[in-house]
C-alpha cells in the first residue's frame, strides 16, 4: 500500500504554515484519502523527517510527500530525496515568507487545486532543478530557485537577524522584509572576484557585489533580478552585479526594484549554460533557497537535473 506523507513547518510565515496545514488536512479528510502528518520542530529536522519516511517507504514503490513550509522546507526534503537516489513525488504547498518557488511555477494555485492535481487528475510534472557539487566539502546539494554569493546572502543575514519581537516580525515579512534589509546591506557591500566555467568556457569577472546561479527569475519573496531568465528553459542563469560604488547604488536599486530594468552592462552581467563552475577564493556570504549558508570560499560545479511535482 503506498502512503500520502505530509512534512509541516507550522511556523512558517509567522504561523501560516498550521493555516495551510489545517486546510490541505480537512480536504484530505473530504476526499476520504488517508495521510501521515509529521511536524518539523527545528531547523533541518525535515531532513530527519524526509530519512524517517525513505525508511519506511522502502518496500513500496510510490510514495507522495505533501510539503508544508517555505522554499527552505522544500529544498531541504528535495535535497534529502535526491542524495538518497529517490524520486518521490512532492506536492507543495506554500506558507513561508518568500514562496519563489511557488511564484515561478504555480503562481495561480490554491491548497485545493494543487491536491486535486494528486486527487484527482493525477497530473505529475517534471520541474527543471540544479544539483550541485562541492570541491571544497565533497557534498552534494540541489537548488530549486537560486544560488546566491555576496549582496543576497548578506541580505537573508540581515532578515535573520532581524530583532525577535514577534510584532516587529510579523509584519516584516516575505518581499517587504527583504526589501527593508536590502537596505540595511548596502551599506556592508563585499568586493570579490569570480571565476566561471560555462560549457567549458572561462570567464573572469571582477569586482562582484553578487552573484546568482538561478533557475527562478525571483529572489527575496518576489523580487525580479533579470528579465533574461525563463524557468521553463532549462537552463542554468548566471548573473552578476559588479563594479558598484556608493554613487551608483541609488540608481542601481531603482532599476531593479523599481522600473524592473536591467541595468547598464558596465554593473550587469549574464550568461547561461548546461553545467557552471563557480570559484570564488575569499571567504564570502551565500544562500540558496533563501536559506543562509556558512561564510566560505566557493568551489562549486552545477549541472542540471530534475524532480517531479503535483502542481
Not at 528579465?227 to 537552463?235: G, Q, R, Y
Request: include cysteine; charged fraction near 20%.
Amino acid at each position: 500500500m503506498n502512503h500520502l506523507y505530509i512534512i509541516a513547518n507550522i511556523q512558517a510565515g509567522s504561523g501560516n504554515g498550521a493555516d495551510v496545514l489545517n486546510q490541505a488536512q480537512d480536504y484530505l479528510r473530504k476526499f476520504r484519502a488517508p495521510f501521515i502528518t509529521l511536524t518539523t520542530e527545528y531547523k533541518g529536522h525535515s531532513i530527519e523527517l524526509t530519512q524517517q519516511i525513505l525508511a519506511k517507504a522502502e518496500q513500496r514503490t510510490l510514495d507522495t510527500i505533501i510539503v508544508v513550509g517555505g522554499d527552505g522546507t522544500l529544498h531541504e526534503v528535495v535535497a534529502t530525496l535526491k542524495k538518497a537516489k529517490q524520486t518521490i513525488p512532492i506536492i507543495y504547498l506554500a506558507a513561508g515568507t518568500g514562496n519563489d518557488f511557488k511564484r515561478t511555477w504555480s503562481p495561480n494555485a490554491s491548497v485545493e487545486s494543487t491536491l486535486q492535481q494528486y486527487l484527482i487528475h493525477k497530473n505529475i510534472t517534471t520541474v527543471p532543478i540544479f544539483e550541485s557539487y562541492n570541491h571544497l566539502t565533497k557534498n552534494t546539494d540541489v537548488v530549486l530557485n537560486s544560488l546566491g554569493f555576496g549582496f543576497d546572502g548578506k541580505v537573508i543575514y540581515e532578515v535573520n537577524t532581524m530583532p525577535q519581537d514577534a510584532f516587529f516580525r510579523q509584519f516584516l515579512n516575505g518581499k517587504f522584509a527583504y526589501l527593508v534589509n536590502v537596505f540595511k546591506a548596502v551599506s556592508k557591500l563585499d568586493h570579490f572576484d569570480v571565476q566561471l566555467t560555462v560549457d567549458n568556457q572561462t570567464i573572469q569577472l571582477e569586482d562582484c557585489q553578487l552573484i546568482s546561479l538561478m533557475n527562478s527569475p525571483y529572489l527575496g519573496g518576489g523580487i525580479q533580478l533579470s528579465n533574461d531568465i525563463k524557468a521553463d528553459e532549462k537552463i542554468i542563469n548566471v548573473v552578476a552585479i559588479k563594479n558598484v560604488k556608493p554613487i551608483n547604488l541609488l540608481k542601481l536599486m531603482w532599476q531593479i526594484l523599481v522600473s524592473k530594468t536591467t541595468p547598464t552592462a558596465e554593473h550587469y552581467f549574464y550568461t547561461k549554460g548546461e553545467k557552471v563552475t563557480i570559484q570564488i577564493e575569499e571567504p564570502i556570504l551565500s544562500q540558496v533557497d533563501g536559506e543562509l549558508l556558512n561564510k566560505d570560499q566557493a568551489h562549486l560545479t552545477l549541472t542540471l537535473t530534475e524532480y517531479p511535482f503535483y502542481l
